[in-house]
């Protein structure tokens, strides 16, 4: 199954702590390159993040984007009353039996242990909050990825069978274009005819087919789109062996456009180029 590297997903999440807000997005990258933008609260959930997505995903520029907003009952500071007392009572106790004591200023109660408490959520539970959502995101994404590599496989179907076209119409011209260029040849040579060693002659004739005969060429063609057609049928990242096949493509049609002796077989090696260049294009884009 194809995947593509380009894909976007939001997921959120409410409690009664407060919401969750995560955005996964990720593009063509040769190898699995994350960055991650998280609150410093929950920093620590990266190493996390990280092997999940490489359980998931092979190439791609992956940013994780993770925003925490408590809620508003739920946040800040608060004075735990029961304790201010407890210890004002003691330093009460203490200016009565030590006389000239300077008493704490405001600060320095709110540093005893117990006076000021964080009202905000359990961490921990906002940790498990945002470890599902990320997974509930992750399948999302691979999902996604999997939609869009579908859309790349059928384009690039689509130049495979314009490929196919190319290579039949070419097997179909060549015995017709092999025999033009040996009327050809003849007729320049009709005049010096009798002169010639009809053995060597039919020996430069020889050379002359064996020259612009392109069926190795064309069968080359034929087998790396069967392939190509492979590759896509496979599971996993499939995107470097499709690159090098693109190669193979394109230098088949190179040695068939060299050895063009019409203007028909040129053409045909100037689209079999347009097509293969098309796939590469779409191919940068699969995992």
């Not at 991650?36 to 791609?60: H, I």
Request: contains cysteine.
């Amino acid at each position: 199954m194809v995947h593509s590297m380009t894909a976007f997903t939001r997921q959120e999440h409410s409690a009664s702590w407060g919401s969750l807000q995560l955005e996964l997005r990720s593009v063509n990258q040769r190898y699995l390159e994350p960055h991650f933008r998280l609150p410093e609260s929950l920093r620590d959930l990266e190493p996390a993040f990280r092997e999940a997505l490489r359980a998931r995903l092979a190439r791609g520029k992956v940013e994780v984007s993770l925003r925490f907003e408590p809620a508003g009952d739920a946040a800040g500071l608060a004075v735990n009353g029961a304790r201010l007392a407890e210890l004002a009572q003691a330093l009460a106790e203490v200016r009565q039996a030590v006389e000239d004591t300077t008493p704490p200023d405001a600060l320095a109660l709110l540093d005893y242990p117990g006076v000021l408490e964080n009202r905000g959520p359990d961490p921990e539970s906002v940790k498990a909050a945002a470890l599902t959502l990320f997974d509930q995101a992750l399948a999302d994404l691979v999902a996604g990825r999997a939609r869009e590599g579908d859309k790349l496989a059928a384009l690039i179907r689509e130049r495979l069978a314009g490929i196919e076209a190319q290579v039949a119409e070419v097997r179909t011209l060549m015995p017709q274009i092999l025999e033009r260029q040996r009327a050809q040849l003849l007729e320049r040579l009709e005049g010096v005819r009798a002169e010639l060693d009809p053995q060597r002659l039919e020996a430069e004739l020889a050379l002359l087919a064996q020259k612009a005969d392109v069926d190795e060429e064309l069968d080359r063609l034929a087998t790396h789109v069967a392939e190509v057609e492979r590759q896509l049928r496979q599971k996993g990242p499939i995107g470097r062996r499709l690159d090098f096949l693109m190669q193979e493509l394109n230098r088949e049609a190179n040695t068939l456009s060299s050895k063009s002796v019409v203007a028909s077989t040129t053409r045909c090696a100037v689209e079999l180029k347009v097509l293969i260049e098309q796939m590469r294009e779409q191919i940068q884009n699969i995992e």
